[in-house]
């Protein structure tokens, strides 16, 4: 019921040489000017009563970065106000591209990963994070994204 990448589309294995980037499990850092959380988008899978997560990274402005990894450990980060992120995660089974679609990201008490909201558009993405999806939904996402091609 959840699928995740391990690093924004920006990132290249050439970079963990780098010492002006970073990649941990929950941050990313590019040539000291890209900065990156990971979250997840949370979608209803309505005839199951479940919930299906993508596992995604959103790039956030320096300044808001840097108050998010200050708050990261603290108790009470849930109450920040959303945070202004572009999505950089494809997720090859929408089209068009999710890349760069508006988010907000949403902190939760430490321990937890942000939660994700697209804007509200009519990107599929955005359509299904808003509606809902069926376990056939799910189903055809778990075929596209382990048998690519078929």
Same mark, same amino acid.
């Given at each position: 019921m959840a699928f995740s990448t391990?690093? #924004? =589309?920006?990132w290249t294995p050439e970079m963990a040489d780098d010492p002006d980037c970073a990649l941990g499990s929950d941050q990313? =850092?590019?040539q000291g000017q890209a900065f990156f959380v990971r979250g997840l988008i949370k979608i209803s899978v309505t005839d199951l009563d479940e919930v299906f997560s993508w596992g995604v990274w959103v790039s956030l402005s320096p300044e808001k970065f840097a108050r998010a990894a200050e708050l990261w450990e603290a108790p009470g980060r849930e109450s920040e106000p959303p945070y202004f992120g572009w999505l950089s995660t494809e997720l090859p089974v929408y089209s068009p591209s999710t890349i760069n679609l508006r988010t907000n990201l949403h902190t939760r008490p430490a321990g937890q990963r942000p939660l994700i909201e697209v804007e509200p558009t009519d990107h599929p993405l955005a359509v299904e994070q808003r509606t809902g999806i069926t376990a056939v939904r799910v189903q055809q996402i778990a075929e596209a994204l382990?048998? #690519?091609?078929?």
């Open positions: 391990e690093a #924004p =589309v920006y990313c =850092v590019i382990l048998h #690519p091609g078929q």
